[in-house]
C-alpha cells in the first residue's frame, strides 16, 4: 500500500527566504506527483504535476523535483511571500489511476 | 460553471439524520471523486466515477455513505444515520480523465464542512 510522508508538518519562516518542502512516497511505480495548495476553508489548488519521466517542473517561484528511484520529491518556494503561507500537499495516483493518495501536508507560515 | 462547485458549503446536523451533499463538477469533466478530510487527518478517498461505469467504492467508510452521479454530471453523497466521527470537510474533484490519459491536474471544489452534533 502505498505511502506518502511529508517533512516538515510545519514551517514558519521570514518573508524572502528560499525553501524547501519536501515529500517522500513508498511505492515508486508511479505515473506522477502532484504539488497542491490549500488555504484555510478552501479545497485544494494543483500547483504543479510531475510526470514520472520527467525530473522536474517549474512554475513562476515555484520548482518541484521528483527522484522516483528514491521515492522522493522537493516543492522549492523562492523569495518567499506572505501570500505563500497555506498548506502544501503531495499526492501520487494508484496504478489504476483513479485515487491519489495523498501527504499529510506541511502548513508554511510566511512572516513580514 | 468555471470551477467544481459544492453546496452546501457548511451543514450543520444532529446525529441520526441523513445528509445529502452535492457536487457540480467542471462541464465535460468524466472523472468525479470525492475526497474526506477530518481535523488532524490526511484526505482520504471516498468514491470515484468515470463516465458510464461502474464507480469505484471501495474508500466508503461504511453502508451508510452512498453516491450517485445523474447524468454524467452532478454527484450527490448521502450520508444516513450520521454520527459525531462523520463531522469533517467533504471534497469533490474532477479531472477531463482523458481516454488513456494518466497525466492530468484534478480540480478541486471548496468542500463541504459537516458538522454532526
Known amino acids: 500500500k502505498q505511502e506518502v510522508t511529508q517533512i516538515p508538518a510545519a514551517l514558519s519562516v521570514p518573508e524572502g527566504e528560499n525553501l524547501v518542502l519536501n515529500c517522500s512516497f513508498t511505492?515508486?511505480?508511479?505515473?506522477?506527483l502532484q504539488w497542491f495548495r490549500q488555504d484555510p476553508g478552501k479545497g485544494l489548488t494543483s500547483l504543479l504535476l510531475i510526470q514520472s519521466s520527467q525530473r522536474e517542473q517549474t512554475s513562476g517561484r515555484l520548482n518541484a523535483s521528483l527522484d522516483k528511484s528514491s521515492g522522493r520529491s522537493t516543492l522549492y518556494i523562492a523569495a518567499s511571500q506572505p501570500g505563500d503561507s497555506a498548506t502544501y500537499l503531495c499526492a501520487v495516483p494508484n496504478n489504476a489511476g483513479n485515487m491519489l493518495t495523498f501527504g499529510g501536508g506541511t502548513r508554511l507560515m510566511v512572516k513580514p | 460553471g468555471a470551477g467544481v462547485s459544492q453546496s452546501p458549503s457548511n451543514k450543520v446536523t444532529e446525529k441520526g439524520k441523513d445528509v445529502e451533499l452535492r457536487c457540480d463538477p467542471i462541464s465535460g469533466h468524466t472523472a468525479l471523486y470525492w475526497y474526506r478530510q477530518s481535523l488532524g487527518q490526511g484526505l482520504e478517498f471516498l468514491i470515484y466515477f468515470q463516465g458510464n461505469s461502474a464507480p469505484d467504492k471501495s474508500g466508503l467508510p461504511s453502508d451508510r455513505f452512498s453516491a450517485e452521479r445523474t447524468g454524467g454530471s452532478v454527484s450527490t453523497l448521502t450520508i444516513q444515520r450520521t454520527q459525531q466521527e462523520d463531522s469533517a470537510v467533504y471534497l469533490c474533484a474532477s479531472s477531463p480523465r482523458r481516454q488513456g490519459a494518466t497525466n492530468e491536474k484534478l480540480f478541486f471544489g471548496s468542500g463541504t464542512q459537516l458538522s454532526v452534533l
Open positions: 511505492d515508486s511505480a508511479i505515473y506522477n
